[in-house]
T-cell receptor, first 113, second 116 residues
Framework: DQQVKQNSPSLSVQEGRISILNCDYT??????FLWYKKYPAEGPTFLIS?????DKNEDGRFTVFLNKSAKHLSLHIVPSQPGDSAVYFC????????????FGTGTRLKVLA | GAGVSQSPSNKVTEKGKDVELRCDPI?????LYWYRQSLGQGLEFLIY????????KSGLPSDRFSAERTGGSVSTLTIQRTQQEDSAVYLC??????????????FGPGTRLTVL
């Protein structure tokens, strides 16, 4: 049972346009969400996070939106750059001392120059 | 400025053999995690070490899998009698403290294990 789902395995976007990566979750206990970026032959690196007390968190070109009622979050990258081409994982956890993140299967983003 | 390192980067082994995968966490990080990513899957939590506490082994898929963390630093993940379904990328991560969801995990580059 996949508790965190990324239904789009891949996405191609033109340089300069917006990239929108989606993530859905099923466990209503999740209240902290993260996005990781992974380049080939490297480990994932933390990108941005959001707590359930917020519905938006912005960091430069990256914005994460959280819709708790729909159990949906999305990562917006604008403007997209070729260096953003990577696999993006969303992850979720419940707080109160947990350390286990449940990861989605990832979306491979390709930004075309 | 060392990050998390893992060795070997690639391991090819025959079915039935034992393998050991090593992780060197960031110095000073008390929490260490092992994950694996099988083809087409997300990262799957395997085991967690925090300081001197008993490790959380709840994610280990079978008793063929075990892990140690010696001296609170280096960790070794051992897979005995490997099976083809063990083929995956095994990722190690460390963080400063492990008891909050807010502690960023820093990942190593992974070990790609192929069981023939």
């Amino acid at each position: 049972d996949q508790q965190v789902k990324q239904n789009s395995p891949s996405l191609s976007v033109q340089e300069g346009r917006i990239s929108i990566l989606n993530c859905d979750y099923t466990n209503s206990m999740f209240d902290y969400f993260l996005w990781y970026k992974k380049y080939p032959a490297e480990g994932p690196t933390f990108l941005i996070s959001i707590s359930s007390i917020k519905d938006k968190n912005e960091d430069g070109r990256f914005t994460v939106f959280l819709n708790k009622s729909a159990k949906h979050l999305s990562l917006h990258i604008v403007p997209s750059q070729p260096g953003d081409s990577a696999v993006y994982f969303c992850a979720a956890s419940a707080t109160a001392g947990t350390y286990k993140y449940i990861f989605g299967t990832g979306t491979r983003l390709k930004v075309l120059a | 400025g060392a990050g998390v390192s893992q060795s070997p980067s690639n391991k090819v082994t025959e079915k039935g053999k034992d393998v050991e995968l090593r992780c060197d966490p960031i110095s000073g990080h008390t929490a260490l995690y092992w994950y694996r990513q099988s083809l087409g899957q997300g990262l799957e939590f395997l085991i967690y070490f925090q300081g001197n506490s008993a490790p959380d082994k709840s994610g280990l898929p079978s008793d063929r899998f075990s892990a140690e963390r010696t001296g609170g630093s280096v960790s070794t993940l051992t897979i005995q009698r490997t099976q083809q379904e063990d083929s995956a990328v095994y990722l190690c991560a460390s963080s400063l403290v492990g008891t909050s969801a807010y502690n960023e995990q820093f990942f190593g580059p992974g070990t790609r294990l192929t069981v023939l």
